[in-house]
């Protein structure tokens, strides 16, 4: 018999982050336990911002959907005593529609749960190295003035080796040129590579027209430089294109890999948009099938989810786990980074545990 509680806590950020879509300066996460009485694993829950994908209604769903009742804590799941394989449940949470951030969850406890009862890391359940590329530091969409001064802090603090750029600011490309000559400047004594992401705040012309202008100033790549929904648009882009173009938003799951190959270099998933290490992996595959390249990102995680993330590091061109740095405080403990890497500990599991629990 497994075991399945649960945890909300509030995580505040000591930067406030801002995109294209929204601000947030804090997020309610949802932590998911699973025990087989001698082991337990973790999971996370991060809501994204501006959506529906909140802490309480996955809970609801979980529960429901792990058939637990009552309010024992913990509580015994009928659905998890007939087996618990990550595989099986990822189809069976996908056609209960429940949401992506609580399908990731269940997904990576129930994967940390058997790596624990095999006595071994998580990354060597995967058949993974423990080594990864280093990690990009995010700095949002702030004034100019702002940016300069934070740059330093966050490149300073972590000793990160990279640094992405939110720009789509709503003042429009002019803002973004001025805020990428501010976190370009301030990037400079750090000998920082840069990287930009536009969260879908871009059209075509406005793609165009900042592309040039990055690849002339030494970007490495641009994310997401249209909205969701209007893909047709990255057939323009991706023709002579300066920069390669990865795509965040518009891919969510390994299906959604082919619709975009011949428009794209590569593909950013992230644990929360997905529904977990499970289906990461198939977009991995499908990704690398189709010659693309290879990135994995976060929402407003900690260091639980971040660990899980940096599992699986080795299969990644590129990596931006870092939205634990900006946490005051990280709720938990497991996902460090060193040299600009972001690792996962060298125990079983994923290696992360909630120290405030």
Known sequence: MLYVSFRKLELKKRYPLQISRGTQASSENLFVFVSDGAHAGVGELSPATGSNWTAERGETQLREFLGVKGDSDPAPSDLLSHGHSPHVLWRVMRDAQIDPPAM????????????????????????????????????????????????????????????????????????????FTAAMEAAKPFGAGLRVD??????????????????????????????????????????????????????????????????????????????????????????????????????????????????????????????????DPDPACGAGIEDGVVSPRDMPGHGAELTNA
């Open 104 to 179: 990731a969850a269940l997904d990576v406890a129930l994967w940390d749960l058997i790596a624990k009862q095999a006595g071994m890391p998580l990354f060597k359940v995967l058949g993974l190295p423990r080594d990864s590329v280093p990690t990009s530091v995010t700095v949002g969409i702030n004034p100019p003035e702002v940016i300069r001064e934070r740059v330093p802090k966050i490149l300073q603090e972590c000793g990160a080796k990279f640094l992405k750029i939110k720009l789509g600011s709503p003042g429009g490309i002019e803002s973004d040129k001025e805020n």
């Open 198 to 327: 536009a969260n879908g705040g871009w059209s075509v012309e406005d793609a165009k027209t900042m592309m040039q202008w990055l690849a002339e100033r030494g970007a490495d790549y641009v994310e997401q430089p249209l909205p969701e929904g209007s893909e047709d648009g990255l057939l323009e882009l991706f023709s002579n294109r300066p920069l390669p173009i990865f795509i965040d938003e518009s891919c969510r799951v390994s299906s959604d890999v082919a619709k975009f190959a011949d428009r794209v270099d590569g593909i950013n998933l992230k644990l929360m948009k997905c529904g977990g290490i499970t289906e990461a992996l198939r977009i991995v595959g499908t990704a690398r099938a189709h010659g693309l390249k290879t990135m994995i990102g976060c929402m407003s995680e900690s260091s639980v989810a971040i660990a899980a993330g940096a599992s699986m590091g080795a299969l990644f061109d590129y990596i931006d786990l870092d939205s634990h740095l900006n946490l």
